[in-house]
């Protein structure tokens, strides 16, 4: 793709999360201070196959960077899947003369961006949007430090009249495939057990520990479930442990989208400018097919193949620390 890009659309897609309008405001703005014009794609790919595109100003993105959710809307859009959709899309940024892409999104996004590259030469750069920070290539994706904090929050709350009732609680966070949300706000808030997708959890062992700790009158005990575990979520979670110890007073709690919503933290706010800054610089460039992330505090570019194939992984030393600090 030797042409210069002059015209970017910029779209939201999968799962929204906070700081996303952080990250379209950074891209409008820097791409008009490079002379481009900027165009708002709504519903991800959805509106690129209707064409519901619009022009962007600088004032389009004014007062937007403090909101939650995307001014740009998200969808999850099925005819994406299939070439003849792709297609339609591609036609609507050609009668547009769009020639460069911004997509803030997940894993998912990505791998639709990979396969419309392949097919439609459109330069296209991402930018992880999630609350799950799965992503391989960066240290953190926006909405995470915003969902984990909206967690520690609630959970803190529910900690205060578990401790008031001598109750156990099992609280389950978002994480469908993964289980980053449920480490983070379990650690932050000294859980005693952290269930993830990651990890078959030794369920016997947990049961054998619950009933030590019951003999010890420690009937206080905080237990979080990311929603994609192989138990079940909370639910399942609680059916296994009323049944082996039905005398427990046992309480559940669902967070769910509330961890998906809010006013952006300052540290998504801020990564969020920086990827998106840097978003549009890489099209200009000419450094293409990539997401591009932030590793160690720099900026760092990882391939569109990569970022959608590979999960972030769980390291042996996190589990380790979980483990030692609830004992
Ligand atoms: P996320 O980006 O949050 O992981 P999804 O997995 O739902 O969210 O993906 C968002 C959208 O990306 C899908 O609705 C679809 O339009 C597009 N997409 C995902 N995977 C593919 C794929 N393999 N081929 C084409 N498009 C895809
Ligand atoms: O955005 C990621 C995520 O929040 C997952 O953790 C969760 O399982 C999923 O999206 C739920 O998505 P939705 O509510 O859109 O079905």
Redesign the pocket.
Known sequence: MANKVTKIGVLTS??D?PGMNAAIRAVVRTGLYNGLEVYGIMRGYQGMMDDDIFKMESKSVANIIQRGGTILKTARCKEFYETPGRKKAYDNLIKRGINGLVIIG?DGSFRGAKKFHEEFDIPSVGIPG???RDIVGTDFTIGFDTAVNTAVAAIDKIRDTMDAHDRMFIIEV???D?GFIALHSGIATGAENILIPERKTDMDAMIKSLQEKEKRKKLVNLIIVA??DEMGGAEGVNKYIRKHMPDMDTKVAVLG?IQ?GGSPSCFDRVIASRMGYTAVESLINGNHNVMIGIKDNRINYTPFEKASKLKTKVSEEWMKIVKILAS
Do not use: F, K, L, Y
């Open positions: 999968g799962g999360s997940g999630t609350i799950d978002m994480g469908r993964a929603e994609g989208h998906r």
